[in-house]
């Protein structure tokens, strides 16, 4: 059964960088049929796809966020990782990393999701 | 960019059929058949539901369907049970400003 887990820092200072990594288990990240993707969920809102990766390093991302965001994978590892820089107190929500099919659009595993609160 | 819109909230008594519609544009619903639903409840990931328009994921029950017309996209649950009670989204495929994925606002769906 694949599983994916999300990890990093819970809460981040304003104007500085979130950084969260997923984990990958039961399966292998390197499978072609896959992107893996990062999403969030401001507390009480709805969600936003943030960006996606293939295994070979080819990224994706929401043109909104685009300037702050670098997804990276690491398929030694079967882990790939966000990066968000310049954070304000807009960017405090639940981070999801999920596994998505070839158009991106259907997610059929997800992590368990993690709060990141920007906060000084 | 702009998000598909959902009704806020929509709700069924046990045993009834409900529709939650999704609409966009001819850049996501209307172009592709590319329309995700995703059941999520309070504290938890979201599930995906429906993919491809009308394709169930295994071990989703068959109470859930999906459908397009034109730019709007329906998701329709029969047989509506308390365990239904959640939050609903829609997610589409765009060629919008190279944004690839788009989310609807969500439909908050109570069982009465």
């Known amino acids: 059964q694949l599983q994916l887990q999300e990890s990093g820092p819970g809460l981040v200072k304003p104007s500085e960088t979130l950084s969260l990594t997923c984990t990958v288990s039961?399966?292998?990240?390197?499978?072609?049929?896959?992107?893996w993707g990062w999403i969030r969920q401001p507390p009480g809102k709805g969600l936003e796809w943030i960006g996606s990766?293939?295994?070979?390093?080819?990224?994706y991302y929401n043109p909104s966020l685009k300037s702050r965001v670098t997804i990276s994978v690491d398929t030694s590892k079967n882990q790939f990782s966000l990066k968000l820089s310049s954070v304000t107190a807009a960017d405090t929500a639940v981070y999801y990393c999920?596994?998505?099919?070839?158009?991106?659009?259907?997610?059929?595993?997800w992590g368990q999701g993690t709060l990141v609160t920007v906060s000084s | 960019q702009s998000a598909l819109t959902q009704p806020a909230s929509v709700s069924g008594s046990p045993g009834q059929s409900i529709t939650i519609s999704c609409t966009g544009t001819?850049?996501?619903?209307?172009?592709?058949?590319?329309v995700s639903w995703y059941q999520q409840h309070p504290g938890k990931a979201p599930k995906l539901m429906i993919y491809?328009?009308?394709n169930r994921p295994s071990g989703v029950s068959n109470r859930f369907s999906g459908s397009k017309s034109g730019n709007t996209a329906s998701l329709t649950i029969s047989g509506l049970q308390a365990e239904d009670e959640a939050d609903y989204y829609c997610s589409s495929y765009t060629s919008s400003s190279t944004l690839y994925v788009v989310f609807g606002g969500g439909t908050k769906l109570t069982v009465l």
């Open positions: 491809d328009v009308s």
């Open positions: 039961g399966g292998s990240i390197s499978s072609s049929s896959y992107y």
């Open positions: 001819s850049s996501d619903v209307g172009g592709y058949n590319y």
């Open positions: 990766i293939y295994y070979s390093g080819s990224t």
């Open positions: 999920a596994r998505q099919g070839i158009t991106m659009v259907q997610a059929d595993y």
